[in-house]
């Protein structure tokens, strides 16, 4: 049976009191990898942070980057020789309005690059080792830009409060999006989106109607899939970052899913054993999929039995505001001041 553990999530404190924190759930040792995520969560360390944390992306091993309510973006370093963090950059009211802030609601990252977006409809793209900004978009969106993510190494794909998904080619001097799909029907919000690991034409969005919609941006402006998901709001949706056949959402609703596939016969290898090496979301998965999983995806056929949906919480909580999935390992926070910890994902 999967393990769970709780813990108290520091995220969920009053904006006076925001805190960035940093967390262990494996052993600190050498042995750490040999014997996977073991012991329950430890707080190794934390630092204030100006306004609520809206969404946050390691940049490397030991940064990561947050996107405050404030409109600030920043770059916090961990110190783990001394268990200690450290502002290593900072770009205050990096999203505005002409006169208050807006907040940064979206940041994605691929070292040394950082995109945000913001409430503003703006984009705007930073250097880690850069003090000023690299490119803003200034008249991105009229609507808010709730979510990025990459599509590859010079294009982002954006969704919106009006049931946009636009890709933007930053090769391209033009301030308008190479691409627009949305929608069909009524404009229902979108607020989060991920894109396959290694068939980067698939993408996944969920939204305010708590559809999982899934998308083939070579074909088409409207989702090739949409499946029933959750009663209400779906904050995140993510693939496995190594195998994409499985997929996770986590919703207002409080439910947490995992969406699998049932075309694969086998146990997939990295269950079979500990895991003994980490591998980061952006990192890519070997080529050459199976193409019938992908296609499974595209079929959006749960209704005869190519997608299963289990629960992953043990019963239903507070809305699931976000979620991270790596090897066997997932994580979630929710609106009742606590951290999930499944040590088995079962994928």
Known sequence: MPRYEQTPCLA???????????????????????????????????????????DLQFLDQDKIVTASSTGAVTIFRHHQNSQTVSVSQRWARAHRYPCDNAPCTGVVCSSPEIVTVGEDGRIILFRADQEGVMRVIENADSSTIHAVTYLRTTEILTVN?????KLWDFRQQSNSPSQILSLSGDRVPLHCVDRHPNQQHIV???????????????????????????STEMWEVHFHPTNPDHLFTCSEDGSLLHWE?????????????KNNSMIS???????????????????????????????????????????????????????????????????
């Open 281 to 347: 979301r952006s990192a890519m998965a070997p080529a050459g999929g199976n193409q019938s999983l992908i296609s499974a995806w595209l079929s959006g056929d749960s209704s005869k039995g190519r997608l299963e949906t289990t629960h992953m919480l043990p019963s239903q909580t507070l809305s699931v505001n976000s979620l991270d999935v790596l090897g066997q390992c997932l994580v979630c926070g929710t609106d009742g001041e606590a951290i999930f910890v499944n040590r088995q994902v079962p994928v």
């Open 161 to 165: 409060s009006i049931g946009q998904l």
């Open 261 to 273: 596939t049932s075309a694969h016969s086998e146990m997939p290898s990295f269950l079979q054993g």
């Open 12 to 54: 969920a404190l009053p904006p006076t009191d925001n805190k960035i924190s940093f967390w262990s759930i494996g052993n600190n040792g050498p042995s750490g990898l040999e014997d996977g995520f073991e012991g329950d969560p430890q707080l190794l360390c934390e630092h204030k942070h100006d306004g609520d944390v809206l």
């Open 204 to 230: 996944a969005t969920g939204g305010q109607d708590g559809m999982l919609c899934v998308w083939d941006v070579r074909q088409g402006n409207t989702p090739f899939s949409l499946m029933e998901a959750h």
